[in-house]
């Protein structure tokens, strides 16, 4: 690997606080820049990690400082303006999941991403997880067969992020639960199969538990989904269903991903809180029978954390390995959903 270190950027310091965390960490920066409209949060995170170049103008950061490369935290109306701006000004951007609010802003970062000749990295994290990695190892030795059925979701019981401005959460996000969570285990679901494309979709979204809670809070009119479930036929004749909730009434919050193989099967399976227990496992048939398989048992390395990768693959000039051209298919998938729950039909991938 090159000895070459690079000067990153930090946009949005309230979910980017990780991301300056992870690059103070690491080797491969030279110096982190921040920029945020809170300058009490400028202050937090710059004194915590001793950073002095702090800015609250994000064009004024990109003309003063020879950035390499930005990670952008901000909400999701905002990444299409601000990553063609700094792929415009030379930069590579990591940018933070979902890609846009719609695939037609998604299509225009991919196209700035292609024009300027600039990494554009979408922030799919649960990739880089090591059960993840260990099971994306044994689905691509073939150990599990054919993939013909998928079920992932994240669940939450109350969950609501109501810290993000919700009451005009449509503009600002395009959506609730379904970009909020769903975007991460449709993601890592589609990454295990080798990302196929969608023949068809029929899904619907709710708000049938949040509404009241809404309107305690003075969120009038609260739209955004609390519950989105879908079921998308790929090509081959996978199926892959989906589910993301901010707020139902079940158990303990859950982060789950089921696959059925014809040789073997899988599960990933969390507890989020109450010490966050876990089962993640592979069913594989072994002499007539199926044996279950702990994936502890056959861990494989693991890839670096997912802002350490973006920028092995800036530094050694390789392919990101969370591209936009993933990042827009993701995007295409939930508009989809979404379209499928206005019209109360099944919609078509174009």
Known sequence: MSDRKLRVGVVGLTVGASHVKDYASSESVQEIVLCDLNE???????????????????????????????????????????????????????????MARNADEGRGM???SIKHNKKLMINFNQRFLQECQTL???????????????RTLWQRRRGVPWWYPLSSGKEIFGGGSLIDLGVHVLDRA???CGYPDPEWVLGNTFCKVSKEEAARKGIQNFELDDMGVAMFRMTGGLMIELEASWASNRENEVI????????GGAVLHRVVGDGNDSCNKVFLEIGGEVHDIPLE??????????????????????????TPQQGLKITQMLDMVYSSAANGTPVKWE
């Open 297 to 322: 048992a056959m861990k494989t390395s693991k890839m670096p954390n997912v802002r350490q990768a973006f920028l092995n693959a800036i530094i050694n000039d390789e392919e990101v390995p969370c």
């Open 256 to 263: 789950t991903t089921r696959i059925y193989g014809s040789k």
């Open 136 to 150: 994306k190892s044994v689905i691509d030795e073939g150990k599990l067969g054919d993939i013909y059925y998928v």
């Open 190 to 192: 589609m990454w295990f």
């Open 110 to 112: 991919l196209a700035a």
């Open 40 to 98: 009490s949060k400028l202050k937090e995170i710059g004194d915590k990690y001793n950073i002095s170049k702090r800015y609250s103008d994000f064009e004024k950061m990109l003309k003063e400082e020879n950035l390499d490369a930005i990670s952008l935290a901000v909400p999701n109306f905002l990444h299409m303006k601000l990553s063609i701006q700094a792929m415009e000004a030379g930069v590579h951007v990591l940018c933070e999941k979902p």
